[in-house]
């Protein structure tokens, strides 16, 4: 199983570690008496399971705090330092979809530009908005996060820029 954060990994490695010298160490311990000692093998088993199984469970809540953590930086505009672009194509939450802009995500447009926006207009791509200012600039913004984000017009797929110059047509 890969996983995005390394120190989960390891834990996860050490749970499963744990568990499987719990087992190990059971059977070492059951031996060593006279007759096998179940009680004795199945304490150890049991112990080190339950230890094991925390590890792998504490490992798996550092990884969604990691994802958590990931999404947030993107909503804040943290990621990304490079110019590769965020959108891709590939990325099918881009694709060409119908939906809709909540009350609150076009509030929070017009807060960020103060009021002064002149047309909300939602493109067919999914979280995707064309804004148009007042001062006939305009911006192309992600919503869906905590904030609206504006997006750098050297990160646009292809087929938003397509979208944009039939905008601009009309």
């Known amino acids: ?5 390394r120190i989960a990994e390891i834990i996860v490695r050490i749970g499963v570690g744990i568990i499987a010298f719990g087992i190990l160490f059971g059977i070492v311990i059951g031996a060593s008496h006279y007759e096998f000692d179940w009680l004795m093998a199945l304490y150890w088993w049991v112990v080190s399971f339950v ?3 925390l590890f792998i469970g504490f490992a798996e809540v ?18 990304n330092d490079s110019n590769v672009p965020v959108f891709n194509d590939t990325n099918p939450k881009y694709r060409q979809t119908k ?16 009021g002064k926006v002149k047309e909300i207009t939602v493109t067919p791509f999914q979280d995707i908005v064309y804004v148009e200012l007042e001062n006939n600039a305009y911006k192309i913004l992600e919503v869906g996060y905590f904030t609206p984000k504006e997006v750098p017009f050297n990160l ?5 820029n397509e979208w944009l110059k039939e905008k601009h047509k009309k």
């Open 62 to 79: 550092i990884e969604l705090l990691h994802k958590i953590h990931e999404k947030v930086d993107l909503a804040i505009g943290n990621e």
């Open 51 to 53: 230890v094991g199984i």
């Open 99 to 114: 939906w809709s802009l909540s009350m609150e995500e076009e509030d929070s447009i017009r807060n960020m530009f103060s």
């Open 156 to 160: 646009l797929t292809d087929e938003l």
């Open 1 to 5: 199983m890969s996983r995005e954060n």
